[in-house]
């Protein structure tokens, strides 16, 4: 990327060139978009309805967030596969401290009020834990979350037995199940924290320093970025806000499986990078990952709507994916790193 | 000059890195208003001191002083880039962000929200301040280097620093790209600006500075106006013992020697056109050029990193199959990359297995390598070329700048090959290490090989019998021995025809 050699003459800046593509790159995946909702609206007369178009919207919620977190987290130029464990972990953990014993929590039974609080500190802690091995103890991102992923869902299967939680408190499930204003509460709430995100990423310094830290973190480092403490606090609101997807899936469900999140990680992975979200850091924008997880969740309700057999799901979806990343390759013109 | 005011001193600074001493008691005042050098082979310190001096590493001991006053603390970094600013060797331009972004990265705004449009204005400004003739709004990373290593300036500056060092800063820069910047260094200098220049190019010292301090082996050996140094002298000061110049060996190669190396009607779009090139064995021929003359990209086409449009290229009497880099070596040619960074090594193996990659299968039987072989071939390798390291299971990463090309000529030279192709040989290395570079080119050619080398420095290519002087993308001149700068210089600028 940065090894032109040759110099080419000062004034070579194309100055004719007015219009910036630059702004629109984050929106390539917006012709694939249009002509999934082309295509849908073929499949099935009911999939242009509002009542689906909500349905997948809510369906996508907790997806949505965990694409967040980790597009802060890439853009930041680092890794984090534990998000998906979170998931599951932070949840259950979170209600075990407030249930009974006889529906499978500690015998703690702290107030219910305080489960999604503490749901939140487990995500923030996993977080934590993250930052502090790969900042502090300088390993590298994907091992460390690799074996925090297993260690996180080993986890949760330690501590539920393996089994699944359903008697839960009722303010627990609430965000999950709710509805504000006509749409789901979880479908505010993920897009309060987008809209959040992409102010803070596009506005201020610290959110532009991801980008400066995920570029160059020397470069980062010289003009006075607290790359190590930026970092850490990037690791830990992933954390946080994957603990919230876990808070929304569980709502949604009405309950907590075993298997929560469980290869969530790799759809989040797809959706961020379908989205511009280099793997490479430093580039990308979070409403570009916004329209990645929208181009996943339109091809599974086509899928569904379709009424592909659950077999052969799988193929199709990963060749869409697939599909996608062409587009939106062609579209933005550029090598995807 | 104009005052004695120092600028910036540095007083009995230490620096030590676990064994090694980077600095030991090292010392450097620059007046006021001057342009100084400072200069030293690879590993004299230099770099430690850079960063000592912008506050990057503190010193175990000694003092940094700036116009008097001493320097902040090292947590303080506003204060530190009010005081010094620096261009580094490394690029601190984020190539994903905007120019405007770039130029004034965590400092978007004081506090808040980011005013888009008032940036890009605050960004033009800047640009037009300092006659940066680039848009605001493109992607820093669609920028040539010399346009970013102007925005690295700009941005240096913009704190308001009267003091800025210049890390090698011509070291990727063509001819007149490098006649550019002297010009914004003279400019800025009758603004006042203090500026330490480091390089290796002992010319540029003299065209640009006022006064030189020269660092060996961790200390400050001399400092002095340029015009008390000679250039002997100078090159003396830096390896601690009296040098000759290089001596440039004359060959006669025969007519009736075997053209090794041959294109005919070789074409590339928007690089090269139309050009026909013989070498014969024994011979070296230069290429030379600006950066945009498409040199480059004529000798890449020869070792087979580019499929030409059109033409042939012949390699020891096979038409070699082109964009073929295997088809090429073995048809006995042997090839230093541009960038040794990118191209030239694979930093973690050690330098036996770096040098020997080409001769790996004469190692060994059925595709195994004898370790045993590889190591007695390395260390061969390490004695006829000089190279400075513990042995060849040290890997190439650990060396400096020149044993590091040593190693990749190394590699190139392992197969004894009939044709050479070396580009930029002595890039980023020290006088010492030029001199072992140069000599085991022309080494080379005495065995009988031919041997291109594309070059930007003169030097260099005064070792060739004859050199083809290219402008965009033709080869306009054949110049034999005997030329004078200003005449190669001429021909190279498109000025003579």
């Given at each position: 990327?940065?090894?032109?050699?040759?110099?080419?003459?000062?004034?070579?800046?194309?100055?004719?060139?007015?219009?910036?593509?630059?702004?629109?790159?984050?929106l390539?995946?917006?012709?694939?978009?249009?002509?999934?909702?082309?295509?849908?609206?073929?499949v099935?007369?009911?999939?242009?309805?509002?009542?689906?178009?909500?349905?997948?919207?809510?369906?996508?919620?907790?997806l949505a967030?965990?694409?967040?977190?980790e597009a802060?987290?890439?853009?930041?130029?680092?890794?984090?596969?534990?998000?998906?464990?979170?998931?599951?972990?932070a949840p259950?953990?979170?209600?075990?401290?407030?249930?009974?014993?006889?529906?499978?929590?500690?015998g703690?039974?702290?107030?219910?009020?305080?489960?999604?609080p503490?749901?939140l500190?487990?995500?923030?802690?996993v977080?934590?834990?993250?930052?502090?091995?790969?900042?502090?103890?300088?390993?590298s991102?994907?091992?460390?979350?690799?074996?925090?992923?297993i260690?996180v869902?080993?986890?949760?299967?330690?501590?539920?037995?393996?089994?699944?939680?359903?008697?839960?408190?009722?303010?627990?499930?609430y965000?999950?199940?709710?509805?504000?204003l006509g749409?789901?509460?979880?479908?505010?709430?993920?897009?309060?924290?987008?809209?959040?995100?992409?102010?803070a990423?596009g506005?201020?310094?610290?959110?532009?320093?991801?980008?400066?830290i995920?570029?160059?973190?020397?470069?980062?480092?010289a003009?006075?970025?607290?790359?190590?403490?930026?970092?850490?606090?990037?690791?830990?609101?992933?954390?946080?806000v994957?603990a919230?997807?876990?808070?929304?899936e569980?709502?949604?469900l009405?309950?907590?499986?075993?298997?929560?999140?469980v290869?969530?990680?790799f759809?989040?992975?797809?959706?961020?990078?379908?989205?511009?979200?280099?793997m490479?850091?430093?580039?990308?924008?979070?409403?570009?990952?916004?329209?990645?997880?929208?181009?996943?969740?339109?091809?599974?309700?086509?899928?569904?709507?379709?009424?592909?057999?659950?077999?052969?799901?799988?193929?199709?979806?990963?060749s869409?994916?697939?599909?996608?990343?062409?587009?939106?390759?062609?579209?933005?013109?550029k090598?995807q790193? | 000059?104009?005052?004695?005011?120092?600028?910036?001193?540095?007083?009995?600074?230490?620096?030590?890195?676990g064994?090694t001493?980077?600095?030991n008691?090292a010392?450097?005042?620059i007046?006021?208003g001057?342009?100084?050098a400072?200069?030293g082979r690879?590993g004299?310190?230099k770099?430690?001191?850079?960063?000592?001096?912008?506050?990057?590493?503190?010193?175990d001991?000694?003092?940094?002083r700036?116009?008097?006053?001493?320097?902040?603390p090292?947590?303080d970094?506003?204060?530190w880039r009010?005081?010094?600013?620096?261009?580094?060797?490394?690029?601190?331009?984020?190539?994903?962000?905007s120019?405007?972004e770039?130029?004034?990265l965590?400092?978007?705004?004081?506090?808040?929200?980011?005013?888009?449009?008032?940036l890009?204005?605050?960004?033009?400004?800047?640009?037009?301040?300092?006659?940066?003739?680039?848009?605001?709004?493109?992607?820093a990373g669609?920028?040539?280097?010399?346009?970013?290593q102007?925005?690295?300036?700009?941005r240096?500056?913009?704190?308001?620093?009267?003091?800025?060092?210049?890390?090698?800063?011509t070291?990727?820069?063509d001819?007149?790209?490098?006649?550019?910047?002297?010009?914004?260094?003279?400019s800025?200098?009758?603004?006042?600006?203090?500026?330490?220049?480091?390089?290796?190019?002992l010319?540029?010292?003299?065209?640009?500075?006022?006064?030189?301090?020269?660092?060996r082996?961790?200390?400050?050996?001399?400092?002095?106006?340029?015009?008390?140094?000679?250039?002997d002298?100078?090159?003396?000061?830096?390896?601690?013992?009296?040098?000759?110049?290089?001596e440039?060996?004359?060959?006669t190669?025969?007519?009736?020697?075997?053209?090794?190396l041959?294109?005919?009607?070789?074409?590339?779009?928007?690089?090269y056109?139309?050009?026909?090139?013989?070498?014969?064995?024994?011979?070296?021929?230069g290429?030379?050029?600006?950066g945009?003359?498409?040199k480059?990209?004529?000798?890449?086409?020869?070792v087979?990193?580019?499929?030409?449009?059109t033409?042939?290229?012949?390699?020891?009497?096979t038409?070699?199959?082109q964009?073929?880099?295997?088809?090429?070596?073995?048809?006995?040619?042997?090839?230093?990359?541009?960038?040794?960074?990118?191209?030239?090594?694979v930093?973690?193996?050690s330098?036996?297995e770096?040098?020997?990659?080409?001769?790996?299968?004469?190692?060994?039987?059925?595709?195994?390598?004898?370790?045993?072989r590889?190591?007695?071939?390395?260390?061969?390798?390490?004695?006829q070329?000089?190279?400075?390291?513990?042995?060849?299971?040290?890997?190439?990463?650990?060396?400096?700048?020149?044993?590091?090309?040593?190693?990749?000529?190394?590699?190139?030279?392992?197969d004894?090959?009939?044709?050479?192709?070396?580009?930029?040989?002595t890039?980023?290395?020290d006088?010492?290490?030029?001199?072992?570079?140069?000599?085991?080119?022309?080494?080379?050619?005495?065995?009988?090989?031919g041997?291109?080398?594309?070059?930007?420095?003169?030097?260099?290519?005064?070792?060739?019998d004859?050199?083809?002087?290219?402008?965009?993308?033709?080869?306009?001149?054949d110049?034999?021995?005997?030329?004078?700068?200003?005449?190669?210089?001429?021909?190279?600028?498109?000025?003579?025809?």
């Amino acid at each position: 990327m940065t090894t032109t050699k040759t110099s080419s003459p000062v004034s070579a800046a194309p100055r004719g060139r007015r219009i910036q593509f630059g702004r629109f790159r984050d929106l390539t995946l917006v012709p694939v978009i249009v002509v999934l909702l082309i295509a849908g609206s073929f499949v099935d007369p009911i999939f242009l309805t509002p009542g689906n178009l909500t349905n997948v919207l809510q369906q996508q919620s907790a997806l949505a967030l965990v694409v967040l977190a980790e597009a802060l987290i890439l853009i930041a130029g680092k890794f984090d596969l534990s998000l998906e464990s979170t998931v599951g972990m932070a949840p259950a953990v979170g209600v075990m401290l407030v249930i009974p014993v006889a529906a499978g929590g500690f015998g703690l039974e702290l107030p219910g009020i305080l489960a999604i609080p503490l749901c939140l500190l487990v995500g923030g802690l996993v977080g934590a834990f993250n930052g502090f091995l790969i900042m502090r103890f300088q390993l590298s991102a994907f091992i460390v979350t690799l074996a925090m992923m297993i260690v996180v869902h080993g986890l949760q299967l330690g501590l539920t037995q393996g089994k699944s939680l359903f008697e839960l408190p009722e303010s627990f499930l609430y965000l999950g199940s709710a509805t504000w204003l006509g749409l789901p509460a979880a479908i505010w709430i993920v897009g309060a924290l987008f809209t959040v995100a992409i102010v803070a990423l596009g506005y201020f310094r610290v959110g532009r320093s991801l980008y400066a830290i995920g570029g160059n973190a020397d470069a980062a480092r010289a003009v006075g970025v607290r790359v190590e403490r930026v970092v850490w606090a990037v690791f830990v609101i992933g954390g946080i806000v994957a603990a919230l997807a876990g808070v929304l899936e569980t709502g949604r469900l009405g309950g907590i499986s075993a298997n929560q999140g469980v290869g969530w990680i790799f759809m989040a992975f797809a959706a961020a990078v379908i989205g511009g979200v280099s793997m490479d850091g430093g580039k990308g924008t979070i409403l570009g990952a916004l329209t990645g997880v929208l181009v996943i969740g339109l091809v599974e309700n086509i899928l569904t709507l379709k009424g592909v057999p659950g077999e052969w799901k799988q193929l199709v979806y990963g060749s869409i994916i697939l599909v996608a990343l062409m587009i939106s390759r062609l579209a933005g013109g550029k090598a995807q790193d | 000059m104009t005052s004695s005011v120092k600028a910036v001193e540095a007083l009995g600074i230490t620096k030590r890195f676990g064994p090694t001493t980077a600095l030991n008691g090292a010392e450097i005042a620059i007046t006021e208003g001057e342009t100084h050098a400072l200069i030293g082979r690879n590993g004299a310190g230099k770099s430690t001191l850079v960063s000592i001096l912008t506050g990057l590493q503190r010193p175990d001991e000694g003092e940094v002083r700036f116009a008097g006053e001493p320097a902040p603390p090292p947590a303080d970094r506003d204060a530190w880039r009010q005081r010094v600013a620096c261009v580094y060797q490394k690029s601190t331009i984020i190539p994903t962000l905007s120019v405007a972004e770039n130029l004034f990265l965590n400092r978007q705004t004081e506090r808040g929200r980011i005013n888009w449009r008032t940036l890009r204005t605050r960004a033009r400004q800047l640009l037009e301040q300092y006659g940066v003739d680039v848009d605001a709004e493109t992607m820093a990373g669609d920028l040539g280097v010399e346009q970013r290593q102007l925005l690295e300036i700009a941005r240096a500056l913009s704190f308001g620093a009267r003091f800025i060092i210049l890390d090698e800063p011509t070291a990727q820069l063509d001819g007149p790209a490098i006649q550019r910047l002297f010009d914004r260094m003279r400019s800025l200098r009758e603004q006042g600006v203090t500026m330490m220049f480091i390089s290796h190019h002992l010319e540029e010292v003299y065209e640009i500075c006022q006064s030189v301090s020269v660092f060996r082996d961790a200390r400050h050996i001399v400092t002095a106006s340029v015009g008390d140094l000679p250039h002997d002298r100078l090159v003396d000061a830096m390896t601690g013992e009296a040098t000759a110049a290089y001596e440039y060996r004359t060959r006669t190669p025969g007519t009736s020697a075997p053209v090794v190396l041959s294109a005919r009607a070789l074409s590339l779009a928007g690089r090269y056109e139309n050009v026909d090139l013989t070498v014969q064995a024994g011979e070296i021929v230069g290429l030379a050029g600006s950066g945009s003359s498409g040199k480059v990209g004529l000798a890449e086409t020869l070792v087979g990193l580019h499929r030409a449009d059109t033409g042939t290229v012949t390699v020891n009497g096979t038409e070699v199959r082109q964009g073929d880099v295997p088809s090429a070596l073995r048809a006995g040619l042997g090839f230093v990359p541009q960038d040794r960074h990118h191209q030239g090594f694979v930093p973690l193996l050690s330098i036996a297995e770096n040098a020997t990659i080409p001769i790996a299968h004469k190692l060994g039987r059925f595709g195994a390598v004898s370790p045993a072989r590889r190591r007695e071939r390395g260390a061969r390798m390490i004695e006829q070329l000089d190279i400075k390291t513990t042995g060849p299971d040290q890997p190439v990463a650990d060396l400096s700048g020149g044993n590091a090309q040593k190693v990749v000529l190394a590699r190139a030279l392992a197969d004894d090959p009939r044709a050479l192709v070396v580009i930029n040989p002595t890039a980023g290395v020290d006088v010492k290490a030029k001199h072992s570079l140069l000599g085991a080119v022309e080494d080379a050619a005495d065995r009988g090989a031919g041997a291109v080398l594309v070059s930007d420095e003169l030097d260099d290519l005064r070792i060739c019998d004859r050199i083809l002087v290219m402008f965009h993308g033709r080869i306009v001149k054949d110049v034999p021995r005997g030329w004078t700068d200003s005449e190669l210089v001429a021909a190279m600028e498109g000025i003579d025809h």
